[in-house]
């Protein structure tokens, strides 16, 4: 198996974190998609499986903090335990 280079690692992470802003958004337009639909999760997964823990654990942390800081999805009370639930799937 080949091993990834650090470069291509850092460029997918980049663009799991960029759809852990932009698939929230998306789902919420959609009426009651996100009640039902958690989709921050799918990047923080991708990221962990394809590019290793580290990076995964990079996204699970920086995602959720970057969609609150630009459109405050998630609230920041429920902030603390989510950062705690996505920078574990990234680690898995």
């Known amino acids: 198996m080949v091993r990834m280079s650090y470069v291509k690692r850092s460029v997918i992470t980049a663009a799991c974190i960029g759809l852990c802003v932009v ?3 998306a789902f919420h337009a959609i009426p009651n998609a996100g009640s039902l639909l958690s989709p921050m999760h799918i990047p923080v997964l991708l ?22 800081l630009i459109t ?5 009370a429920y902030l603390p335990p989510m950062l705690v639930e996505l920078a574990v799937y990234g680690l898995v």
């Open 72 to 76: 405050g999805m998630p609230p920041v």
């Open 23 to 25: 698939l929230p958004m």
């Open 47 to 68: 990221s962990g499986l394809i590019c290793g823990w580290s990076f995964g654990l990079l996204c699970g942390l920086a995602g959720p903090l970057l969609s609150t």
